[in-house]
């Protein structure tokens, strides 16, 4: 947590038409922390978000790679026009 600014600030930006990349007013890391939080924890359908296991070799890096997807998804679909619904 002790990145949240940057990670706002350089992380999750929405691309304005005339302003370019800003900080997103929808998308905030401390939202972010406590839905990734809930996703690996309590999960939905019985589906949880696999962030690594401490017995598992390298499972962090698995995890890692898991979160990075999820942004790069929300990135592409919602993020990227500040909309909390993906653009059809």
């Excluded at 600014?5 to 401390?30: A, C, E």
Aim: hydrophobic share 35%.
């Amino acid at each position: 947590e002790s990145h949240q600014d940057g990670i706002d600030s350089k992380l999750f930006l929405h691309n304005d038409p005339s302003r370019g990349w800003v900080k997103s007013s929808v998308y905030h890391f401390s939202d972010f922390h406590a839905g990734l939080i809930a996703m690996a924890t309590r999960g939905v359908a019985n589906k949880r978000l696999y962030i690594g296991e401490e017995n598992v070799e390298n499972g962090h890096v698995y995890g890692l790679v898991n979160v990075a997807a999820f942004i790069a998804q929300s990135m592409k679909e919602t993020i990227e026009y500040d909309s909390c619904d993906e653009n059809n």
